[in-house]
């Protein structure tokens, strides 16, 4: 099958700029955290396009600075600066403006001042001062996360019996470090000796959070909304430590950091387990 993979690329979007991943920024997203505490990662970057989108706030900047926006003014600045809340740059807020002044159907008769005026002159004034205009309409990461850490991420959905061996391993560690927690697991859910049928899901919500963190599984990964209803597709990934995120462009620009070589990434507990 030719080489494998040297990682597993990974995209997130976000309303904030940054450099790093930190786990400070926890819960300023989307606030669900509905497949367990992490950071959020998408396999597909659409995916994690329809978050930032969702997330951004479309602030618009004037030479650096936050603009008010106040609706009721009509000077060209004010209207041009309203029309770029529903843009994302001020070509296209121009072009709006532009197309609202040619479509006839929008104009009324004998109205005290010609608004057609307004909106051309909006136009004008966006077009002159487009350089000192900054739209943030959020960020796209693509990233690289680690084959040896991915390999280990317990599967939300799928039952113990068929989760990654590395997988397995890790459980049977934290069912030895935390058997009471282990069996009260095997009695709420499963009354007794069908454990393999427990999911992630279960195993994680079971367990806690904590004891994931330090037996060696680094993450979950769940299909996301589009695939979840086929059973199979794209995933999802919740990452634990956000050293194993390596932002490779932010908004197509590249970082300059390479993706993780073979063997790089160290799990921090793993050594000399297995």
């Known amino acids: 099958a030719g080489m494998a993979p040297i990682g597993m690329t990974a995209w997130h979007g ?5 450099d790093k991943f930190s786990l400070d920024k926890i819960g300023t997203g989307e606030g669900a955290q509905a497949y367990g505490h992490g950071l959020y990662l998408a396999e597909s970057p ?59 159907s929008l104009w009324g008769r004998g109205s005290q001042y010609d608004q057609r005026a307004n909106y051309s002159a909006a136009a004008d004034w966006l077009e002159q001062n487009a350089k000192r205009i900054q739209v943030d309409s959020g960020h796209l990461y693509k990233t690289d996360i680690p084959d040896e850490a991915v390999a280990r991420f ?3 959905d799928k039952p113990l019996s068929q989760q990654a061996p590395e997988v397995q391993a890790a459980i049977g560690r934290l069912k030895n470090a935390n058997p009471s927690g282990y069996q009260k697991l095997v009695d709420a859910q499963l009354g007794g000796p069908l454990m ?22 680094p993450g979950i990964r769940y299909l996301d909304g589009g695939s979840r209803s086929a059973g199979q597709g794209s995933s999802n990934f919740v990452a634990f ?13 590249a970082t300059g950091l390479e993706p993780w070589k073979p063997g790089e990434y160290r799990l921090k507990d793993l050594i000399g387990k297995e």
């Open 46 to 104: 659409g995916v994690a396009s329809g978050y930032r989108d969702k997330l951004a706030k479309n602030e618009v900047l004037l030479d650096g600075l936050k603009v008010k926006h106040d609706r009721s003014l009509m000077d060209p600045q004010s209207m041009g600066l309203n029309a770029l809340q529903m843009e994302p740059s001020p070509k296209s807020a121009a072009d709006a403006l532009r197309k609202a002044v040619a479509d006839d």
């Open 241 to 253: 430590d956000p050293e194993m995120i390596r932002i490779l462009e932010r908004n197509g620009q």
């Open 14 to 18: 976000s309303p904030h700029k940054f």
């Open 154 to 156: 317990l599967d939300w």
């Open 196 to 217: 393999e049928q427990a999911t992630g899901r279960d195993l994680y919500q079971s367990l806690g959070r904590d004891a994931f963190n330090d037996s060696g599984i």
